[in-house]
């Protein structure tokens, strides 16, 4: 089993930064890919950025050139640094780890944080 836990979420004025976090602990695991979400009320779970453990990166067109995403790999830690900051961009961020055990050809499982409140505004 693999626990995930997210830290940073805010209040921050618009054009602000922030920085999240994300750990992920417990038995003996690989990474796979990790990855943050966000959810706002009513709307569907949406991608925001991922990275795999070859350091490929991805992000949604909204995010592009303002978050950057990174992984330490020996940490187990995902960050997410957000700049530009808009009030579009409030809402819940949730970590997602897709990990499976080490040497494992089947697909990784995915876990998933509580989540953490982001807060853009004025």
């Known amino acids: 089993q693999v626990q995930v836990v997210e830290s940073g979420g805010g209040l921050v004025q618009p054009g602000g930064s922030l920085t999240l976090s994300c750990a992920a602990s417990g038995s003996i695991f690989s990474i796979y890919a990790m990855g943050w979400y966000r959810q706002t009320p009513g709307k569907q779970r949406e991608l925001v950025a991922g990275?795999?453990?070859?350091?490929?990166?991805h992000y949604a067109d909204s995010v592009k050139g303002r978050f950057t995403i990174s992984l330490d790999s020996a940490k187990s830690t995902v960050y997410l640094q957000m700049d530009s900051l808009s009030p579009e961009d409030t809402a819940v961020y949730y970590c997602q780890v897709a990990a499976m055990p080490p040497g494992s050809a089947a697909p990784p499982d995915d876990y998933w944080g509580q989540g953490t409140q982001v807060t853009v505004s004025s």
């Open positions: 990275v795999t453990s070859g350091g490929n990166t």
